[in-house]
């Protein structure tokens, strides 16, 4: 995510605490943590793909995920 996009989403949660937003910046504010939320996610998931775990005998093991 751009620098840009993250400045536009503390300009808009600043003014939601001061002065309250319109519609259409409620729908952007939306957008943005939305868009912020799903990168920062797939960041999370490859760095967890290239993850490994090291036994005490020195053998790694990949992360596999959690069944439901």
Do not use: C, P
């Amino acid at each position: 995510m751009k620098q840009q996009h993250i400045d536009r989403i503390n300009e808009l949660a600043k003014k939601a605490k001061e002065q309250g937003l319109t519609d259409e910046e409620h729908a952007e504010r939306a957008a943005l943590r939305s868009a912020y939320i799903a990168e920062f996610r797939a960041s999370l998931a490859a760095q967890l793909d290239n993850t490994y775990i090291v036994d005490t005998k020195g053998n790694k093991k990949k992360l596999e995920k959690k069944s439901k």
